[in-house]
């Protein structure tokens, strides 16, 4: 059974950083690009950032490019985004999801969410 | 960046209506889109990846068709467990995979 499990969130001053991890069991790892997707409370879903299956290759939105670092330890089967200088309009459910491949493709699991809130 | 433009963004509709949901690319993105359906508190669900495979699991009265730049999402016959809200999502480059806005199907 596949599964992704979110941690690291939680409230944060504007100005913070956090850093999510997204633990994966029951896929190969290594043979999959990894998603972090975000949603504000009561908005639409937002594309934050993917990372290829090697981490030779990540990508980001405009809105959180050189706030937002994605990365993956593929000996832990686990995937990271550090966000720093956080705002209040991140404040947000974030979700990690597994692609369907190692490079671009649609996401066809995701995880739980973790909810990040900045605040003062 | 790609726009997705989802219509409508509301959609009233009744169990066993034929319903279509249309996406629209700001550029050619060939067959690279997907369907999520998201119901409240929950994560998406995929349910139409490459613009017309249907997910393992997903029921056949969902289907997917389009290419280019205009899509659609049509479910045959709806039923009492359609009613959520569904993204369409573009991963056609290394750009940003942007999604829709969304559009909430609910019980006319």
């Known amino acids: 059974e596949v599964q992704l499990l979110e941690s690291g969130g939680g409230l944060v001053q504007p100005g913070g950083s956090l850093r999510l991890s997204c633990a994966a069991s029951?896929?190969?790892?290594?043979?999959?690009?990894m998603t972090w997707v975000r949603q504000a409370p009561g908005k639409g879903l937002e594309w934050v950032s993917g990372i290829s299956n090697s981490g030779g290759h990540t990508y980001y939105a405009d809105s959180v490019r050189g706030r937002f670092t994605i990365s993956r330890d593929n000996s832990k089967n686990t995937v990271y985004l550090q966000i720093n200088s956080l705002r209040a309009e991140d404040t947000a459910i974030y979700y990690c999801?597994?692609?369907?491949?190692?490079?671009?493709?649609?996401?066809?699991?995701w995880g739980q969410g973790t909810l990040v809130t900045v605040s003062s | 960046d790609i726009q997705m433009t989802q219509s409508p963004s509301t959609l009233s509709a009744s169990v066993g209506d034929r319903v279509t949901i249309t996406c629209r690319a700001s550029q050619s993105i060939s067959s690279w889109l997907a369907w999520y359906q998201q119901k409240p508190g929950k994560a998406p669900d995929l349910l139409i990846y490459d613009a017309s495979n249907l997910e393992s699991g997903v029921p056949s009265r969902f289907s997917g068709s389009g290419s280019g730049t205009e899509f659609t999402l049509t479910i045959s016959s709806l039923q009492p467990d359609d009613f959520a809200t569904y993204y369409c999502?573009?991963?056609?480059?290394?750009?940003?995979?942007?999604f829709g806005q969304g559009t909430k199907l609910e019980i006319k």
């Open positions: 999502q573009q991963y056609n480059s290394h750009s940003p995979h942007t």
């Open positions: 999801a597994k692609g369907r491949y190692g490079g671009n493709s649609a996401q066809d699991y």
């Open positions: 029951g896929i190969t790892f290594t043979n999959y690009a």
